[in-house]
């Protein structure tokens, strides 16, 4: 089958490889009809990541159709069209009964390696890297999918797969950082970085009722999409002396009652930098993206919620402590638990509350990923979203 594959940093290839095979009487194979790339795949083609080997197959944004099923799979048949969840979970363990999915602890066969930076290891990841799991991910023309009677859900006929597909990531990964912020009537909610997880965040504090969103971010294209698609406020950041008095005169003086950080590249959030190298990890971390969450802990208001879809991997220096103690702030963070959202907002689709595909830019084949990939990185031809068929 054709497969993109990590090749070097700043390399993908379309490869030719093996086919996938059912390994466990869990596993599914699935034909791949829609994949993405995600904004924190960018990380690996950057080379930030040490445990990707060249020849990787890359991609944790995808769907498709059942084609084989494991002796041991009981919901899914060949034919059902499915999405597919970023994080693998084994649906047993003391973290995925509490819907805690992306915790899981028996699905990362390298647990190991995360356990010695964090303690613990969270789940695996498609497409990943081998510190998350070395599982093959999915922008290819088939996957294997492990647990397959434990995370895919299976789509109804009347849906589009561009309106379904991010499902597997983006539109819950927005919308948990904006559930994060417990929303009320009233509520104002501020979004620094408008990327695809920016919008659903964005997107998701309107669906959940605040009254007011701001958006924030320096790409008029960005801006302009959570202006016409979600209502949003906005504030190009490059055009203001300070973020802070900005979003204080439009709040009367009060500041956002919540905050949410949606900043960098890989904004939701599964990424890790140099395992072997603590102190450029840090160095890089805080060049990247430390200000956005000092700027989001300056400028929450008394007693408010700042919520952290993005990624933060290692140390980070010079965060305002005491800002967030004096202000009596709630912080909440962490990769999202996808399985616990997709049915609810595959409802609120089907229900037309929402279509996900607004984000889309970008329609190529998986033969144009070594083109897209930069294309997507350094945000060329207004480039918010990519989606690949296969052919
Ligand atoms: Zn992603
Ligand atoms: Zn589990």
Redo the contacts with the bound molecule.
Sequence with gaps: MKAVCFWRKNEVRVVDVPDPKILNPHDAIVRVTLTAICGSDLHLYDGYVPTMMKGDILGHEFMGEVVEVGSEVRTLKPGDRVIVPFPI?????F??QQQLWSL????NPNAWMVEAMYGFSGAALFGYSHLYGGYAGGQAEYVRVPFADVSPLKIPDGLSDEQVLFLTDIFPTGYMAAEFCEIKAGDVVAVWGCGPVGQFAVKSARLLGADRVIAIDRFPERLRLAREQSEAETIDYSEVDDVFTALKEMTGGRGPDACIDAVGMEAHGHTIDALYDRVKQTMRLEMDRSHVLRQALHCCRKGGIVSIPGVYAGFIDKVPFGAAFGKGLKLRMGQCHVQRYTRPLLDRIERGEIDPSFVITHRVTLDDAPEMYPVFRDKQDECIKVVMRPS
């Excluded at 979970?89 to 363990?93: D, E, L, Q």
């Excluded at 899981?104 to 699905?107: A, H, K, M, S």
């Design positions: 979970a084994c649906g047993r363990c973290y995925c899981c602890d028996n699905t």
